[in-house]
């Protein structure tokens, strides 16, 4: 007799399918499954986790996404997402007006207070006559005018380095106004009038922190470049506005500012000749009375150079100074949709 196979044939048009295949393909799901299931644990920590192909994976990824901690969704913002947050908005106009009454404000002070407790201190010159009016550097050079007036020149040097490169923007801005063939030459006019404006900036600071009675070359050369760069700084800027305004008409504010800057640099010419000539007369003849004049024509220059920068509050009426934070592209793309005032 012939031994018959026990094992079931398979059917018609089926492919056969052995144990092994099928535990292999069980396997298979498992490693997948475990997988998914390892990514998305995963998923919470990292920002940029691939999604499982599976339905079940895919809704667990879906919510731990969700579950996201905010520096994660911070990090994915697009630069147009992000905020923009002003942190300190104060008004230019009223900085301007306490960075040119201070100097003036300190001077008036020091003179009153030196003229009536210090007398003899500040009246006192190498050629011992006869003296009403003591100089700025007399003033400014007794003990404590001295810290005094140190003090409000630090802190009226300081708001000055960024008005004069507001005032750079401010002129550039109004170059697209011009003749083709004048806007090169007016560029250099205004960058010569920046570089005119640090300079006199470093030198009242030296010749604020170096007196005369410490020592008197250096101190004297340093007033020298202040003189010299504030009439220069003057005259550029008197020349430049006629550039810039020459087919524009002018509202009132700015013909005042225009008027005031003009009186101001004619009365700095005549107290500087006025200076030279009586300083002449003081240090070569000692004139009686010829350093009262002296003085007098350095108070008048330094007060026309005060009011000549105090009149940024014609050029800057409603201006405002802002510390904003947020991507640059964002910054340049707001501020640019604005609309300028010139």
Not at 159 to 170: D, E, L, S
Not at 261 to 286: D, E, M, N, P, Q
Not at 334 to 339: D, F, N, S, T
Request: proline share 5%.
């Amino acid at each position: 007799m012939q031994k018959t196979n026990s094992a079931t044939p398979p059917s018609a048009g089926a492919s056969p399918v052995t144990a092994a295949d099928s535990v292999a393909t069980t396997s298979n799901v498992v490693s997948a499954s475990e997988a998914a299931s390892s990514a998305n644990s995963n998923s919470g920590e990292r920002c940029d986790s691939a999604a499982p192909a599976y339905g079940t994976a895919k809704q667990q990824l879906q919510q731990q996404q969700q579950e996201l901690t905010p520096s994660c969704k911070e990090q994915n913002l697009q630069p147009d997402e992000q905020p923009i947050a002003i942190h300190y908005l104060a008004s230019f106009h009223m900085i301007c007006v306490v960075t040119a009454l201070l100097p003036l404000v300190t001077l008036f002070t020091c003179f009153v207070t030196a003229y009536v407790f210090q007398y003899d201190d500040v009246h006192e010159t190498h050629c011992r006559v006869y003296n009403i009016i003591p100089s700025i550097s007399a003033i400014t050079g007794v003990s404590p005018q001295r810290y005094f007036w140190r003090f409000s020149i630090a802190l009226h040097i300081g708001p000055r380095i960024p008005i004069a490169f507001v005032y750079k923007n401010y002129y550039r801005a109004q170059l697209a106004r011009l003749a083709p063939s004048l806007v090169l030459k007016t560029s250099w006019l205004i960058t010569l009038i920046l570089v005119l404006n640090c300079i006199e900036i470093a030198a009242l600071g030296g010749v604020t922190y170096i007196s005369n009675r410490e020592n008197y070359p250096v101190h004297e050369r340093i007033f020298i470049t202040f003189m010299v760069c504030s009439l220069c700084y003057m005259l550029a800027t008197i020349k430049l506005n006629g550039i810039l305004n020459a087919r524009k008409t002018l509202n009132a504010r700015q013909l005042q500012s225009i008027k005031w800057k003009k009186i101001l640099f004619v009365a700095s010419i005549l107290s500087t000749i006025g200076l030279l000539v009586f300083f002449a007369k003081h240090r070569f003849y000692c004139h009686d009375l010829a350093f009262s004049w002296f003085a007098f024509f350095e108070y008048l220059i330094a007060i026309a150079n005060m009011l000549f920068h105090f009149t940024i509050i014609w050029d800057f009426p409603s201006q405002f100074m802002l510390i904003v934070q947020g991507p640059r592209e964002n910054l340049t793309q707001y501020l640019g949709a604005k609309p300028k005032i010139n």
